[in-house]
């Protein structure tokens, strides 16, 4: 065996490596795929999906141990991001990967999805007239804009 620092090799008892010492594996969820293991250490961050955490909490045949990331990244800079303000708590994440399907979908499905979306939508607002009397835009702000882009438009409900 190499110690990792200072790179001295120890040579271990064969009675002791017998008794005492296992081989380790690491790897992702994607590779874990089929893999049965004595015992699997998880951990998550909040960006995988409920498929991907059923996975990983399938793979330990009499144990199962998650580690669930609660704090930052230690990068100054993400402070400023909204996730960030206000850390989310172990349950909260856990809620937030359970719902993320993240199971594919078939093309058929989403033009489907695309052409009736889902009911909890909000509705469009009628069209009304918004005919103007007003002249167009002429803000120096808008003057990059072809004139037809600021004249204004009429519609109306049928």
Same mark, same amino acid.
Request: glycine share 8%.
């Given at each position: 065996?190499?110690?990792?620092?200072?790179?001295?090799?120890?040579?271990?008892?064969?009675?002791?490596?017998?008794?005492? %010492?296992?081989? &380790?594996?690491?790897? #992702? =969820?994607?590779?874990?795929?089929? !893999?049965?293991?004595?015992?699997?250490?998880? $951990?998550?961050?909040?960006?995988?999906?409920?498929?991907?955490?059923?996975?990983?909490?399938?793979?330990?045949?009499?144990?199962?141990?998650?580690?669930?990331?609660? %704090?930052?990244? &230690?990068?100054?800079? #993400? =402070?400023?991001?909204?996730?960030? !303000?206000?850390?989310?708590?172990?349950?909260? $994440?856990?809620?937030?990967?359970?719902?993320?399907?993240?199971?594919?979908?078939?093309?058929?499905?989403?033009?489907?999805?695309?052409?009736?979306?889902?009911?909890?939508?909000?509705?469009?607002?009628?069209? #009304?007239?918004?005919?103007?009397?007003?002249?167009?835009?002429?803000?120096?702000?808008?003057?990059?804009?072809?004139?037809?882009?600021?004249?204004?438009?009429?519609?109306?409900?049928?």
């Amino acid at each position: 065996m190499r110690h990792v620092r200072n790179g001295r090799i120890l040579t271990l008892p064969p009675a002791y490596v017998g008794t005492s %010492v296992e081989l &380790g594996y690491a790897s #992702t =969820v994607h590779t874990a795929q089929g !893999v049965t293991a004595d015992a699997m250490h998880g $951990l998550v961050t909040g960006r995988e999906s409920r498929q991907q955490l059923y996975t990983m909490l399938t793979r330990g045949r009499t144990a199962n141990h998650l580690y669930v990331s609660v %704090v930052g990244d &230690g990068d100054p800079h #993400t =402070v400023i991001q909204p996730d960030n !303000v206000r850390l989310r708590t172990a349950t909260e $994440l856990l809620q937030q990967i359970l719902g993320r399907d993240g199971s594919p979908r078939s093309a058929s499905t989403l033009q489907r999805e695309q052409q009736d979306p889902p009911s909890g939508s909000e509705p469009l607002p009628p069209a #009304t007239s918004t005919a103007s009397t007003s002249p167009p835009n002429t803000s120096p702000g808008l003057s990059w804009l072809p004139t037809s882009t600021r004249t204004p438009t009429v519609s109306s409900t049928a």
